[in-house]
């Protein structure tokens, strides 16, 4: 069974991203931040996406809720189904690999 696509008043994908991370300002935080952001950018120029950080020390209760049990660790809500990968994404093709996304471009 395949999963309905969201998608916005253009027709666009919508992608709802969230980033667990230790701290905001942590250099590994914001590393992770940086390569998530332009792998969107490079790879997801005709949707829509969000990108919600979440410090696990300020949001416990959000990183208890979602199962995260290390960190840097990002989650794609939407499109579904939901997907899970850990790191500081600066491998890109496997975070391309493990949210599902074909690369516009040979990487």
Request: aromatic content about 4%.
């Amino acid at each position: 069974m395949s999963l309905p696509v969201v998608k916005d008043t253009n027709g666009g994908e919508v992608w709802n991203l969230l980033l667990f991370v230790a701290g905001k300002n942590n250099p590994r935080s914001q590393v992770a931040y940086s390569n998530l952001k332009r792998i969107c950018e490079e790879h997801l120029p005709n949707a829509r996406y969000t990108i919600e950080v979440v410090d696990i020390a300020a949001n416990p209760q959000v990183a208890a809720k979602e199962q995260i049990i290390a960190i840097p660790a990002l989650l794609r809500n939407a499109p579904p189904p939901k997907r899970r990968i850990i790191g500081d994404l600066s491998d890109t093709f496997r975070v391309l690999v493990s949210l599902g996304i074909q690369p516009l471009q040979s990487i």
